[in-house]
């Protein structure tokens, strides 16, 4: 475990570094809650690349830093904090970590140092029309034809598949088998032949998913990681990257800090919001549940951190972390009142043109839909009750 003053020394060079370094534009579009461009991305994966700092918990043969979990935990809170992007998880949590772990030293060549650069976007294709919370049902065929796959199927739910350059996706080679034993987890580019993206518009008007399809794509035997059939074992190893991260520390302070202005700058009948009985009942309330949450994290970060298991109880993170964040965002319009509904000043006050509105106001009933799915993200909240239920309090 680092010590604290270290900790404290670490956390104040990355906001130093966070306030310099972050592109004003992109930390004004994050400031308004809208979506940033890949290009707005890129750019600032290249400022952190340039410093180490874009895949700094990679082990420094990858071009990392090894650092360890506690230090991942301060730098995602100091970089929500600063209104940074969350960082494309995917590509820099999930298949960069599975390809270090798991892929043979010619993928590794392959892939790693171009994932490092901060240039090679992937996007994650396990979802299917019938295959989510169930994903052992999964449909979509691998079937051998001399060196190559040929896959075909569809994906659904595939975050920012529109941005990637790659696909790992999880695919049926064995349809005689029992659904975990057939599976086989393949690396697809994503300008291959047979491949079609289809975007889904949120109610939130974000593009976060698409659908994809394959259609007779060809995909050399060469981009299967781990051996045939055996891709069941790699798709539950991923979910261990993302189990600390799902408590969003930082992402709930970002919150907090956005209804704490809202109660602010906001008034009702001639008296400020954070004055109203309500807004500081509610927002005590959800403080509490923060400094609890962050509290139980700090708990589980120093387990791993000794090297200890985290056992399936590490589910309650992601449960408590995404409900708080879904209360952050209703305290939010609820403090905003009818500025946040979207075009309200259009057919509220008959103007016919919006006025122009603040950081606040104007994203944030998308704001307020986007955070519902962190219901499901990760793993739906009745999955984690279940495994709480069966694995935890032996129900
Ligand atoms: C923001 C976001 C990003 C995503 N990004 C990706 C991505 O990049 N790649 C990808 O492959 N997928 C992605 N997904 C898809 C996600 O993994 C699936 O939505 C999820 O696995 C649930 O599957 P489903 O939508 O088919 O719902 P279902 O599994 O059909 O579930 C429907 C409802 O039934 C409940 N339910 C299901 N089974 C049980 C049970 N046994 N007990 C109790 N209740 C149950 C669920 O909790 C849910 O409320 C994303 C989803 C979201 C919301």
């Given amino acids: 475990m680092q010590d604290t003053h270290d900790l404290a020394a670490f956390r104040q060079g990355i906001r130093d570094f966070v306030r310099q370094r972050l592109p004003d534009d992109l930390r004004q579009t994050v400031r308004r809650g809208q979506q940033p461009t890949r290009d707005q991305l890129v750019a600032w994966h290249d400022v952190l690349a340039g410093e ?11 071009g990392g830093r090894g650092w360890n979990v506690q230090q991942q935990m301060v730098f995602d809170e100091e970089m ?14 999930m298949i960069g970590p599975l390809l270090i772990r798991h892929a043979d030293p010619a993928q590794q060549q392959r892939f790693l140092p171009a994932i490092a650069s901060g240039h090679q976007w992937w996007c994650q294709g396990y979802s299917e029309p019938n295959a989510g919370s169930d994903l052992a049902r999964l449909a979509t065929r691998a079937e051998r034809d001399g060196d190559d796959y040929v896959v075909n199927g569809s994906k659904i739910w595939t975050s920012y598949a529109q941005y990637a350059d790659w696909m790992f996706t ?6 005689e088998a029992k659904p975990q034993s057939g599976i086989s ?4 580019d994503m300008t291959s032949p ?13 593009t976060v998913f698409n659908e994809v399809f394959l259609d007779n794509v060809r995909v050399p035997v060469a981009q299967r990681v781990g051996e045939e059939n055996q891709g069941w074992t790699l798709a539950k190893s991923l979910l261990e990257f993302e189990r600390l991260k799902l408590a969003r520390i930082g992402e709930n302070k970002r919150r907090m800090a956005r209804a704490r202005e809202a109660g602010l700058t906001r008034s009702h009948l001639g008296r400020r919001v954070a004055d109203e009985p309500w807004f500081r009942e509610r927002f005590a309330a959800l403080e509490a549940r923060l400094i609890a949450l962050e509290a139980n994290a700090a708990r589980f970060v120093a387990r791993q951190a000794a090297g200890e298991r985290l056992g399936a109880e590490v589910s309650m993170l992601k449960l408590r972390g995404s409900r708080l964040i879904q209360l952050w965002e209703e305290l939010i319009v609820d403090a905003l009142g009818p500025e946040a509904w979207p075009l309200a000043d259009d057919w509220l006050l008959g103007t016919g043109a919006a006025a122009p509105r603040d950081a606040l106001a104007g994203t944030a009933s998308s704001r307020r839909f986007l955070g519902r799915g962190y219901t499901i993200a990760g793993g739906s909240s009745e999955i984690q009750h279940n495994i709480l239920a069966k694995q935890v309090l032996g129900l």
Avoid at 53 to 58: I, M, R, Y
């Fill in 194 to 206: 047979g491949i079609t993206v289809r975007p889904i518009v949120g109610i939130h008007g974000w």
């Fill in 170 to 175: 999880l695919v049926r080679t064995d349809r």
């Fill in 52 to 62: 180490g700092l874009l895949v700094p918990h990679w082990p420094e043969t990858w």
């Fill in 185 to 188: 987890f393949l690396l697809i």
């Fill in 80 to 93: 929500a904090l600063g209104d940074a992007p969350e960082l494309n998880a995917v590509t820099f949590d």
